[in-house]
Each structure stands twice: as structure tokens, then as C-alpha cells.
């Protein structure tokens, strides 16, 4: 199995990118995909902050010739604070949204992300919802169970744990299982790892199955394989 890039130039993300242009585009009356991504804010992220603002742009441009994409950025820190933008179609506005957000001290707030993306959910479906944190601080049970219900609206949740916290790790492992989505780790210094993980993300929910499972690269094979198979 190849390696993933070691960095954003690299040729194996050239060939990524090119790929995703290549693929044919949605009929114009197909709505874009729309992509919740939720960022532990709390003390200790600020580096994986400040490198999800610097992925915008290339998450809304590899699903470009897919119909496009909305995401909506939701994040927690702080006392109990838990916020969420609009969904939006540009990546200078998302950008320009989280550069004015600094990351705060606080418990994990799991928990209303899920609330958050189920009540999105049931109003207009969401096609995937991105988890990015280190830790989990909140009883599992319960939150397995909103990751459940996720998966039976049809937005499988890919959670992407960064650091070597084992209860963190199965936690996230378990919401990707039980909601029908995927997990992945990725640490400090694999930035490039990241942004393969958002990219291919984001195509799927653009594009659907079909359209991850034609990605070349190893973070696409990784979801796609953990993804049910089509009913």
C-alpha cells in the first residue's frame, strides 16, 4: 500500500487533485453536497486549528466538478461553548470565519455536535459529518447512541482522532462504526495526512460512494473500505 504525501505539493496529491477533475459533473439540478465539520476548539488545538484553516480551499475545490459543496463549521471550548456558522459555498468566508476564533480551555462537548448535526439532519440531510479531536470527556454509551441515530439519517460520521489517548481512540473508532462512516488517526506532523482525509471526505459528500471509490491514495481507500458496502 502506498504512502500517503509527506507534503501538499508532492505528486501523489497532484495526481489527487487531478483525478477529482476529471471526474464527470453532476447534473446541474443536483444540490452540493453538504458537509458538517466539527473541531475540538479547546486549549491544546490550536495547531490543528490553524492547519484546517490553511485545508479549506482545497476541500471546496476537489468537489468542484462533483456539484460543489457546503460545509458548516461547528466547534466547542471554553465553559459549555458551542457554536456553528452558516453553511457556506466559499472558502475565503469559511476561512476568514475561523482565523477570528482562537481556541479555548474546556471539557469536550461532544455531544452537541451530534445534537447539533441530528437536528441538521432531520430538517435537510447532511451527507457526512467530520469529527476532529483528541480526547472524549463525556460517557460513551450516549454518545454511540446519537452517532446511532446519525447513521440511520444517512450521515455517517468520520472521525479523525490526532494524539495516543487509547480511550479517545476506540471512542472515535466506535462513533465511525456505529453511524456507517470512518475512522482514521493522524498526529502533529502529518499535516499532508490531514488534508487527504478532509479532501476525501469531502468528495464523498459530494459526489457520493462512487466518486470516493475512484480516488486514488491511501486515505481514500482507507474510508472507502470502511464504508457498508451499497444495500
Given at each position: 500500500m502506498s504512502k500517503l504525501p509527506t507534503a501538499p505539493g508532492s505528486t501523489a496529491v497532484t495526481a489527487f487533485l487531478q483525478q477529482v477533475a476529471s471526474l464527470p459533473a453532476r447534473p446541474a439540478s443536483h444540490r452540493p453536497g453538504r458537509l458538517i465539520m466539527a473541531i475540538d476548539a479547546t486549549a491544546s488545538r490550536q495547531p490543528t486549528w490553524d492547519r484546517a484553516c490553511q485545508l479549506q480551499g482545497e476541500m471546496f475545490g476537489a468537489t468542484r466538478a462533483l456539484g460543489g459543496l457546503l460545509i458548516r463549521l461547528a466547534y466547542f471550548r471554553g465553559f459549555e461553548e458551542f457554536a456553528a456558522t452558516p453553511f457556506l459555498a466559499d472558502a475565503g468566508e469559511l476561512t476568514r470565519r475561523m482565523t477570528g476564533i482562537a481556541c479555548l480551555g474546556g471539557q469536550t462537548q461532544i455531544g452537541r455536535v451530534f445534537q447539533h448535526a441530528l437536528a441538521e439532519t432531520r430538517r435537510d440531510r447532511v451527507h457526512g459529518l467530520i469529527l476532529i479531536g483528541d480526547a472524549v470527556e463525556e460517557p460513551l454509551d450516549p454518545l454511540c447512541h446519537q452517532a446511532?441515530?446519525?447513521?440511520?439519517?444517512?450521515?455517517?460520521?468520520?472521525?479523525?482522532?490526532?494524539?495516543?489517548?487509547?480511550?479517545?481512540?476506540?471512542?472515535?473508532?466506535q462513533f465511525a462504526r456505529v453511524s456507517g462512516g470512518a475512522y482514521a488517526p493522524f498526529d502533529a506532523a502529518s499535516a499532508a495526512t490531514l488534508g487527504e482525509l478532509l479532501r476525501a471526505v469531502a468528495v464523498y459528500a459530494a459526489g457520493g460512494r462512487a466518486a470516493l471509490t475512484r480516488l486514488p491514495g491511501e486515505a481514500a481507500r482507507r474510508i472507502a473500505g470502511q464504508l457498508p458496502a451499497p444495500g
Open positions: 446511532g441515530q446519525l447513521g440511520l439519517h444517512g450521515t455517517p460520521v468520520f472521525a479523525f482522532h490526532e494524539g495516543g489517548d487509547p480511550r479517545a481512540r476506540d471512542a472515535f473508532r
